[in-house]
């Protein structure tokens, strides 16, 4: 999954501040004995994107990243940060722009963070991500002969996501809702965000109105003081709107009237909430949620499975896409209904509910206790009668399984962005299944983890990227490995 909430940093945009800093600049300049300095311009012929979507270039064969710069294009850059093995520049003109290179058809796009790829092609995009992938297959998994595959791209890469959080702030006396701009705290009002579903969109909208009309503050990170600090509204089937307020107070004033107005303004709206959250940090969500109207949940859809979400709860912000990620899981689990599936880090149980569909038995591993009863509750709506949800860390509730008999032939694993550490993956290795399907949000902490299975008797045989979030640097993957036989 991609980075949280689309703080992406932009380093490069940091100028010099002042002469105290260029000369502690020069003085790294002479102590790396590097080929470039601050505040120089340099022409920077760019190979490929680094992770966060910024080109990764060189100048005498040192590196250098440009933001907003494209693979295979040449760019004049200055230099605003140096590093013992890498200097950070500024885009100050395309000199050979690259044929994939488009203008962006989101007009705060060079402000907002919450895209990355806006300037290139759908298609371009489908070619970078996978490159990314592939480079980290070769560099850090060192696996040069591994198949992967075109990444799985989106019907529709605009308005795929279900569910937005957007802080909200004041900027010359009005409210404003919107993204955060690259590496700051400062908000870029996104009225008609074009990658969120145009319900999300309506909500912030209503309630940007509601909060000005009514007088209801801005919370200040600055101060902690203020009432609204977040807006987040979930779609999901057949148009069910949820929106929950977020405040730093208790209390909710003049609450009624936000009511009645939210009701009037979004007809869709079948559950309004607020979440509490007074302490002063960056998390999004408190842990205490009331019901101002409607229903505690709205019901979302990924294949023929129906899912409670509620205002905490995880789902994949793209319906569609999750649905083409979880059929190729499935594809790549090759069962028949004979065989014993171990899902580990199974969350929700989306993916298991997925495996169940064909497997003997699924085992649902996972250490949010809060998780796994959504799972069993997700279970039982669904009528999966084959599908068991344990909770626990991996490392000790499997080899509990082992003892008690159970050999899986399958074990599909979905951690989180660092990968697995190595005891997980030599738990697995130790039950000896045919394969692993091994469900990534990171390629490089997969590349890593698949050079380890390598070691455990594991080769991966292929990787299909899937294209999750359109528009952003990120790119999900999924891997089939496959046991080495002996002899």
Same mark, same amino acid.
């Given at each position: 999954?991609?980075?949280?909430?689309? %703080?992406?940093?932009?380093?490069?945009?940091?100028?010099?501040?002042?002469? %105290?800093?260029?000369?502690?600049?020069?003085?790294?300049?002479?102590?790396?004995?590097?080929? #470039?300095?601050?505040?120089?311009?340099?022409?920077?012929?760019?190979?490929?994107?680094?992770?966060?979507?910024?080109?990764? @270039?060189?100048?005498?064969?040192?590196?250098?990243? #440009?933001?907003?710069?494209?693979?295979?294009?040449?760019?004049?850059?200055?230099?605003?940060?140096?590093?013992?093995?890498?200097?950070? @520049?500024?885009?100050?003109?395309?000199?050979?722009?690259?044929?994939?290179?488009?203008?962006?058809?989101?007009?705060?796009?060079?402000?907002?963070?919450?895209?990355?790829?806006?300037?290139?092609?759908?298609?371009?995009?489908?070619?970078?991500?996978?490159?990314?992938?592939?480079?980290?297959?070769?560099?850090?998994?060192?696996?040069?002969?591994?198949?992967?595959?075109?990444?799985?791209?989106?019907?529709?890469?605009?308005?795929?996501? *279900?569910?937005?959080?957007?802080?909200? @702030?004041?900027?010359?006396?009005?409210?404003?809702?919107?993204?955060?701009?690259?590496?700051?705290?400062?908000?870029?009002?996104?009225?008609?965000?074009?990658?969120?579903?145009?319900?999300?969109?309506?909500?912030?909208?209503?309630?940007?109105?509601?909060?000005?009309?009514?007088?209801?503050?801005?919370?200040?990170?600055?101060?902690?003081?203020?009432?609204?600090?977040?807006?987040?509204?979930?779609?999901?089937?057949?148009?069910?709107?949820?929106?929950?307020?977020?405040?730093?107070?208790?209390?909710? %004033?003049?609450?009624?009237?936000?009511?009645?107005?939210?009701?009037?303004?979004?007809?869709?709206? $079948?559950?309004?909430?607020?979440?509490?959250?007074?302490?002063? *940090?960056?998390?999004?969500?408190?842990?205490?949620?009331?019901?101002?109207?409607?229903?505690?949940?709205?019901?979302?859809?990924?294949?023929?499975?129906?899912?409670? $979400?509620?205002?905490?709860?995880?789902?994949?912000?793209?319906?569609?896409?999750?649905?083409?990620?979880?059929?190729?899981?499935?594809?790549?689990?090759?069962?028949?209904?004979?065989?014993?599936?171990?899902?580990?880090?199974?969350?929700?149980?989306?993916?298991?509910?997925?495996?169940?569909?064909?497997?003997?038995?699924?085992?649902?591993?996972?250490? #949010?206790?809060?998780?796994?009863?959504?799972?069993?509750?997700?279970?039982?709506?669904? *009528?999966?009668?084959?599908?068991?949800?344990?909770?626990?860390?991996?490392?000790?509730?499997?080899?509990?399984?082992?003892?008690?008999?159970?050999?899986?032939? $399958? #074990?599909?694993?979905?951690?989180?962005?660092? @990968?697995?550490?190595?005891?997980?993956?030599?738990?697995?290795?130790?039950?000896?299944?045919?394969?692993?399907?091994?469900?990534?949000?990171?390629?490089?902490?997969?590349?890593?983890?698949?050079?380890?299975?390598?070691?455990?008797?594991?080769?991966?045989?292929?990787?299909?990227?899937?294209?999750?979030?359109?528009?952003?640097?990120?790119?999900?993957?999924?891997?089939?490995?496959?046991?080495?036989?002996?002899?």
């Amino acid at each position: 999954m991609p980075r949280k909430d689309f %703080k992406n940093s932009k380093k490069n945009d940091r100028p010099v501040k002042s002469v %105290k800093s260029a000369q502690k600049q020069q003085k790294q300049f002479k102590e790396f004995n590097v080929p #470039v300095k601050a505040g120089a311009e340099y022409i920077v012929n760019i190979s490929s994107l680094g992770s966060s979507g910024e080109g990764v @270039g060189r100048v005498s064969d040192f590196t250098v990243f #440009v933001n907003g710069a494209l693979p295979g294009e040449e760019v004049k850059a200055k230099i605003t940060e140096v590093k013992k093995t890498y200097a950070i @520049g500024k885009l100050m003109e395309v000199v050979k722009a690259s044929p994939e290179r488009i203008k962006p058809a989101c007009p705060i796009y060079a402000e907002c963070g919450g895209c990355q790829l806006q300037h290139i092609s759908y298609e371009g995009q489908m070619q970078v991500k996978r490159q990314q992938v592939k480079d980290a297959m070769e560099r850090i998994g060192h696996q040069k002969d591994l198949t992967v595959l075109p990444v799985l791209g989106a019907e529709n890469p605009w308005h795929y996501r *279900n569910k937005v959080a957007f802080p909200v @702030g004041k900027e010359k006396g009005k409210t404003i809702i919107g993204c955060f701009a690259q590496g700051t705290h400062k908000i870029i009002d996104a009225s008609n965000c074009l990658i969120q579903d145009e319900l999300n969109n309506d909500a912030i909208n209503a309630v940007k109105e509601i909060i000005d009309k009514l007088g209801i503050p801005a919370y200040n990170e600055d101060t902690h003081t203020g009432v609204m600090r977040h807006v987040v509204a979930r779609t999901g089937m057949k148009g069910q709107l949820m929106v929950v307020l977020v405040t730093a107070t208790q209390e909710l %004033k003049r609450k009624k009237e936000i009511i009645k107005m939210l009701r009037s303004r979004l007809p869709q709206m $079948v559950s309004l909430q607020q979440n509490i959250q007074t302490y002063r *940090n960056n998390v999004i969500l408190g842990r205490e949620t009331k019901l101002l109207w409607g229903r505690p949940t709205i019901k979302a859809k990924l294949g023929k499975f129906a899912f409670n $979400v509620s205002a905490r709860s995880f789902f994949q912000v793209n319906t569609r896409q999750a649905e083409v990620f979880y059929d190729t899981a499935l594809e790549y689990a090759q069962l028949t209904g004979k065989e014993t599936v171990i899902d580990a880090y199974c969350g929700t149980g989306t993916i298991s509910l997925y495996l169940a569909q064909k497997a003997r038995k699924v085992y649902g591993v996972e250490i #949010v206790s809060p998780a796994i009863k959504d799972a069993e509750k997700n279970a039982r709506e669904n *009528n999966v009668r084959n599908a068991e949800f344990i909770v626990g860390d991996c490392t000790k509730v499997m080899p509990r399984l082992y003892k008690q008999g159970v050999r899986p032939d $399958v #074990v599909v694993v979905d951690p989180p962005r660092a @990968g697995c550490t190595e005891a997980v993956l030599q738990t697995f290795a130790s039950m000896q299944p045919k394969r692993i399907v091994y469900v990534s949000c990171n390629p490089a902490t997969l590349a890593r983890d698949i050079e380890i299975m390598a070691k455990l008797g594991y080769k991966a045989k292929k990787v299909q990227p899937v294209d999750m979030f359109s528009h952003s640097s990120h790119v999900e993957s999924v891997a089939l490995i496959n046991r080495v036989e002996k002899g």
